[in-house]
T-cell receptor
Framework: KAGVTQTPRYLIKTRGQQVTLSCSPISGHRSVSWYQQTPGQGLQFLFEYFSETQRNKGNFPGRFSGRQFSNSRSEMNVSTLELGDSALYLC?????????????FGSGTQLSVL | GIQVEQSPPDLILQEGANSTLRCNFSDSVNNLQWFHQNPWGQLINLFYIPSGTKQNGRLSATTVATERYSLLYISSSQTTDSGVYFCAARGGSGNTGKLIFGQGTTLQVKP
Protein backbone atom coordinates (compact mmCIF):
# COMPACT_ATOMS: atom_id res chain seq x y z
CA LYS A 1 0.00 0.00 0.00
CA ALA A 2 1.39 3.41 -0.89
CA GLY A 3 1.98 5.80 1.96
CA VAL A 4 0.82 9.38 2.38
CA THR A 5 2.05 11.42 -0.58
CA GLN A 6 2.70 15.13 -0.38
CA THR A 7 3.60 17.36 -3.28
CA PRO A 8 5.68 19.30 -3.93
CA ARG A 9 8.59 18.33 -1.64
CA TYR A 10 10.16 21.78 -1.73
CA LEU A 11 8.71 25.18 -2.56
CA ILE A 12 10.18 28.67 -2.65
CA LYS A 13 7.86 31.64 -2.75
CA THR A 14 8.09 35.38 -2.12
CA ARG A 15 6.10 37.44 0.35
CA GLY A 16 2.59 38.24 -0.79
CA GLN A 17 2.25 35.24 -3.07
CA GLN A 18 -0.09 32.35 -2.43
CA VAL A 19 0.68 28.64 -2.38
CA THR A 20 -1.25 25.37 -2.64
CA LEU A 21 0.03 22.13 -1.15
CA SER A 22 -1.36 18.73 -1.97
CA CYS A 23 -1.79 15.56 0.06
CA SER A 24 -2.94 12.13 -1.05
CA PRO A 25 -3.80 9.87 1.91
CA ILE A 26 -3.26 6.16 2.19
CA SER A 27 -5.86 4.32 0.14
CA GLY A 28 -9.00 3.83 2.21
CA HIS A 29 -8.15 6.57 4.70
CA ARG A 30 -10.82 9.25 4.92
CA SER A 31 -9.27 11.57 7.49
CA VAL A 32 -6.57 14.05 6.51
CA SER A 33 -4.90 16.40 8.99
CA TRP A 34 -2.40 19.17 8.37
CA TYR A 35 0.36 20.33 10.70
CA GLN A 36 2.91 23.14 10.53
CA GLN A 37 6.36 22.41 11.96
CA THR A 38 8.85 25.16 12.80
CA PRO A 39 11.93 25.07 15.03
CA GLY A 40 10.41 27.58 17.45
CA GLN A 41 6.81 26.41 17.68
CA GLY A 42 7.15 22.68 17.06
CA LEU A 43 4.26 20.79 15.48
CA GLN A 44 1.09 22.85 15.40
CA PHE A 45 -2.28 21.58 14.23
CA LEU A 46 -3.79 23.41 11.28
CA PHE A 47 -6.99 21.54 10.43
CA GLU A 48 -8.55 18.13 9.90
CA TYR A 49 -10.90 16.97 7.18
CA PHE A 50 -13.03 13.86 7.21
CA SER A 51 -15.34 12.91 4.35
CA GLU A 52 -14.93 16.38 2.81
CA THR A 53 -15.95 18.17 6.03
CA GLN A 54 -13.65 20.20 8.24
CA ARG A 55 -13.84 18.63 11.69
CA ASN A 56 -11.32 20.70 13.60
CA LYS A 57 -9.34 23.85 13.10
CA GLY A 58 -6.24 25.13 14.86
CA ASN A 59 -5.37 28.67 15.84
CA PHE A 60 -4.15 29.99 12.52
CA PRO A 61 -5.27 33.11 10.63
CA GLY A 62 -7.81 32.92 7.84
CA ARG A 63 -5.00 33.04 5.29
CA PHE A 64 -4.66 29.32 5.91
CA SER A 65 -7.42 27.26 4.36
CA GLY A 66 -7.96 23.75 3.16
CA ARG A 67 -10.34 21.42 1.49
CA GLN A 68 -10.86 17.74 0.84
CA PHE A 69 -12.14 16.12 -2.31
CA SER A 70 -14.45 13.14 -2.71
CA ASN A 71 -11.45 10.84 -3.27
CA SER A 72 -10.08 12.00 0.14
CA ARG A 73 -7.19 13.92 -1.40
CA SER A 74 -6.67 17.22 0.36
CA GLU A 75 -5.18 20.58 -0.44
CA MET A 76 -4.18 23.43 1.79
CA ASN A 77 -3.78 26.98 0.63
CA VAL A 78 -1.88 29.86 2.16
CA SER A 79 -2.62 33.28 0.77
CA THR A 80 -0.61 36.48 1.13
CA LEU A 81 2.48 34.63 2.31
CA GLU A 82 4.56 36.07 5.16
CA LEU A 83 8.15 35.31 6.09
CA GLY A 84 6.89 33.53 9.20
CA ASP A 85 5.03 31.01 7.08
CA SER A 86 8.34 29.34 6.22
CA ALA A 87 7.98 25.87 7.68
CA LEU A 88 7.66 22.16 7.05
CA TYR A 89 3.99 21.40 6.32
CA LEU A 90 3.03 17.86 7.19
CA CYS A 91 -0.05 15.95 6.19
CA UNK A 92 -1.30 12.89 8.05
CA UNK A 93 -4.02 10.38 7.30
CA UNK A 94 -6.00 7.82 9.24
CA UNK A 95 -8.94 5.57 8.43
CA UNK A 96 -11.30 7.24 10.89
CA UNK A 97 -11.52 10.70 12.45
CA UNK A 98 -8.17 11.90 13.66
CA UNK A 99 -6.53 9.83 16.25
CA UNK A 100 -9.05 7.06 16.73
CA UNK A 101 -6.33 4.95 15.24
CA UNK A 102 -2.70 5.43 14.27
CA UNK A 103 -1.85 8.58 12.37
CA UNK A 104 0.40 8.20 9.31
CA PHE A 105 2.43 11.12 8.06
CA GLY A 106 3.75 12.09 4.65
CA SER A 107 7.28 13.37 4.05
CA GLY A 108 6.13 16.98 4.14
CA THR A 109 6.45 20.06 1.98
CA GLN A 110 9.29 22.41 2.93
CA LEU A 111 8.08 25.94 2.21
CA SER A 112 10.52 28.83 2.14
CA VAL A 113 9.16 32.37 1.90
CA LEU A 114 11.68 34.97 0.78
CA GLY B 1 -6.92 22.42 25.85
CA ILE B 2 -4.65 19.59 26.83
CA GLN B 3 -0.97 20.34 27.48
CA VAL B 4 1.71 17.82 26.51
CA GLU B 5 5.20 18.02 27.99
CA GLN B 6 8.14 15.81 27.12
CA SER B 7 11.38 15.21 28.95
CA PRO B 8 14.27 15.35 28.62
CA PRO B 9 14.49 17.83 25.73
CA ASP B 10 17.84 16.41 24.62
CA LEU B 11 19.57 13.08 25.16
CA ILE B 12 22.98 11.81 24.06
CA LEU B 13 23.73 8.10 24.33
CA GLN B 14 26.47 5.71 23.39
CA GLU B 15 25.42 2.92 21.08
CA GLY B 16 24.10 0.00 23.10
CA ALA B 17 22.76 2.07 25.99
CA ASN B 18 19.14 2.08 27.16
CA SER B 19 16.96 5.14 27.61
CA THR B 20 13.56 6.24 28.86
CA LEU B 21 11.64 9.16 27.40
CA ARG B 22 8.72 10.66 29.29
CA CYS B 23 5.50 12.35 28.19
CA ASN B 24 3.23 14.10 30.70
CA PHE B 25 -0.24 15.29 29.80
CA SER B 26 -2.50 17.65 31.66
CA ASP B 27 -5.86 15.94 31.24
CA SER B 28 -7.37 12.54 30.68
CA VAL B 29 -6.66 11.24 27.20
CA ASN B 30 -8.45 8.96 24.81
CA ASN B 31 -5.54 8.85 22.41
CA LEU B 32 -1.78 8.78 22.90
CA GLN B 33 0.75 8.14 20.16
CA TRP B 34 4.55 8.11 19.92
CA PHE B 35 6.38 9.15 16.77
CA HIS B 36 10.00 9.19 15.59
CA GLN B 37 11.12 11.92 13.22
CA ASN B 38 14.25 10.90 11.36
CA PRO B 39 16.91 13.40 10.24
CA TRP B 40 15.16 13.71 6.86
CA GLY B 41 11.95 14.92 8.48
CA GLN B 42 9.85 11.79 8.08
CA LEU B 43 7.54 11.11 11.03
CA ILE B 44 7.07 7.42 11.74
CA ASN B 45 4.33 6.18 14.03
CA LEU B 46 5.84 3.98 16.73
CA PHE B 47 2.91 3.26 19.02
CA TYR B 48 -0.78 3.96 19.43
CA ILE B 49 -1.07 3.52 23.19
CA PRO B 50 -3.83 5.36 25.09
CA SER B 51 -3.31 2.92 27.97
CA GLY B 52 -1.34 -0.16 28.87
CA THR B 53 1.97 -1.48 27.56
CA LYS B 54 3.13 -2.44 24.07
CA GLN B 55 6.42 -3.72 22.70
CA ASN B 56 7.89 -3.66 19.23
CA GLY B 57 11.40 -5.06 19.01
CA ARG B 58 13.80 -2.90 21.01
CA LEU B 59 11.10 -0.32 21.68
CA SER B 60 8.33 -0.48 24.23
CA ALA B 61 5.85 2.02 25.61
CA THR B 62 3.69 2.28 28.69
CA THR B 63 0.86 4.70 29.32
CA VAL B 64 -0.52 5.15 32.83
CA ALA B 65 -3.63 7.14 31.99
CA THR B 66 -4.74 7.58 35.61
CA GLU B 67 -1.42 9.27 36.45
CA ARG B 68 -1.29 11.18 33.15
CA TYR B 69 2.01 10.04 31.73
CA SER B 70 3.50 7.79 29.11
CA LEU B 71 7.00 6.36 28.81
CA LEU B 72 8.93 5.22 25.75
CA TYR B 73 11.76 2.77 26.37
CA ILE B 74 14.58 2.26 23.90
CA SER B 75 16.89 -0.64 24.62
CA SER B 76 20.29 -1.38 23.07
CA SER B 77 20.18 1.90 21.15
CA GLN B 78 21.58 2.11 17.64
CA THR B 79 22.75 5.11 15.62
CA THR B 80 19.64 4.76 13.47
CA ASP B 81 17.54 5.58 16.56
CA SER B 82 18.81 9.16 16.37
CA GLY B 83 16.22 11.83 15.67
CA VAL B 84 13.35 13.50 17.48
CA TYR B 85 10.75 11.56 19.44
CA PHE B 86 7.31 13.09 19.81
CA CYS B 87 4.31 12.09 21.81
CA ALA B 88 0.88 13.35 20.84
CA ALA B 89 -2.29 13.23 22.88
CA ARG B 90 -5.96 13.95 22.47
CA GLY B 91 -7.93 14.84 25.56
CA GLY B 92 -11.51 14.36 26.61
CA SER B 93 -14.01 11.77 25.51
CA GLY B 94 -15.43 10.78 22.18
CA ASN B 95 -13.72 11.21 18.85
CA THR B 96 -13.68 14.97 18.57
CA GLY B 97 -10.71 17.16 19.29
CA LYS B 98 -7.27 17.22 17.82
CA LEU B 99 -3.98 15.51 18.56
CA ILE B 100 -1.61 17.86 20.37
CA PHE B 101 2.11 17.25 20.05
CA GLY B 102 4.74 17.73 22.71
CA GLN B 103 7.93 19.63 21.95
CA GLY B 104 9.88 16.45 21.42
CA THR B 105 13.02 14.77 22.77
CA THR B 106 16.05 15.00 20.50
CA LEU B 107 18.08 11.81 20.74
CA GLN B 108 21.63 11.43 19.46
CA VAL B 109 23.17 7.98 19.55
CA LYS B 110 26.94 8.00 19.13
CA PRO B 111 28.82 5.02 17.68
Amino acid sequence: KAGVTQTPRYLIKTRGQQVTLSCSPISGHRSVSWYQQTPGQGLQFLFEYFSETQRNKGNFPGRFSGRQFSNSRSEMNVSTLELGDSALYLCASSPTPQGNEKLFFGSGTQLSVL
Amino acid sequence: GIQVEQSPPDLILQEGANSTLRCNFSDSVNNLQWFHQNPWGQLINLFYIPSGTKQNGRLSATTVATERYSLLYISSSQTTDSGVYFCAARGGSGNTGKLIFGQGTTLQVKP
